[in-house]
């Protein structure tokens, strides 16, 4: 069955680029979403089809995929930026795959 | 966009509950809607989605809670739901309604004696 895998944390430094993975044999045919979730609040959507950015949500936020792999970089990471974050894609009967969420710490 | 759930709250194992989120700001009867939970402390898990009626209105969920939760909408309220039965302590989390574009504030169930 389909997966998406994700590692558990990624630490980073105010100003520094972060890059956040999502690995699944999904990807290749799938989109993959990005979303963002702050402690204590709702997720909130930061990239879909692989490299889209929603209305509001910040320039240094990217996405890209290259094969079995999405990218979530954050160019210049800030405080503000400190969340969890999750990817997301389909499977072949359009059930959605979750990743387990990356916390992102910056400090 | 806005999505908002109700319905949650306090129930014991073995019980039921309907969840529901009414939708506004998009064309509901076009979109698929998603049911997402997460339990304390842990990450987002999807619980089930029903398509739009134009795609078949079919449900899918995950393995945990299938045969137990059903989902269904009411195109002409804008709303769709959640019906949880036989209900386990595992089940306990907020429940996010979601297109998965654009996500609710969620709503707590918690399944205890």
């Known amino acids: 069955s389909y997966e998406l895998t994700q590692p558990p944390s990624v630490s980073v430094s105010p100003g520094q680029t972060a890059r956040i993975t999502c690995s699944g044999d999904a990807l290749p045919k799938k989109y993959a979403y990005w979303h963002q979730q702050k402690s204590g609040q709702a997720p909130v959507l930061v990239i879909y089809e692989d490299s889209k950015r929603p209305s509001g949500i910040p320039e240094r936020f990217s996405g890209s995929t290259s094969g079995t792999m999405a990218t979530l970089t954050i160019s210049g990471a800030q405080m503000e930026d400190e969340a969890d974050y999750y990817c997301h894609s389909t499977d072949s009967s359009d059930k959605v795959l979750l990743g387990g969420g990356t916390k992102l710490t910056v400090l | 966009v806005q999505l908002v759930e109700s319905g949650g709250g306090l129930v014991e194992p073995g019980g039921s509950l309907r969840l529901s989120c009414a939708a506004s700001?998009?064309?509901?009867?076009?979109?698929?809607m998603n049911w997402v939970r997460q339990a304390p402390g842990k990450g987002l898990e999807w619980v089930g989605r029903?398509?739009?009626?134009?795609?078949?209105?079919?449900?899918d969920y995950a393995a945990p809670v299938k045969a137990r939760f059903t989902i269904s909408r009411d195109d002409s309220k804008n709303t769709f739901y959640l019906q949880m039965n036989s209900l386990k302590t595992e089940d306990t989390a907020v429940y996010y309604c979601?297109?998965?574009?654009?996500w609710g504030q969620g709503t707590l169930v918690t399944v205890s004696s």
């Open positions: 029903i398509k739009s009626k134009g795609d078949g209105g079919t449900t």
């Open positions: 979601t297109t998965l574009l654009h």
């Open positions: 700001g998009f064309t509901f009867s076009n979109a698929w």
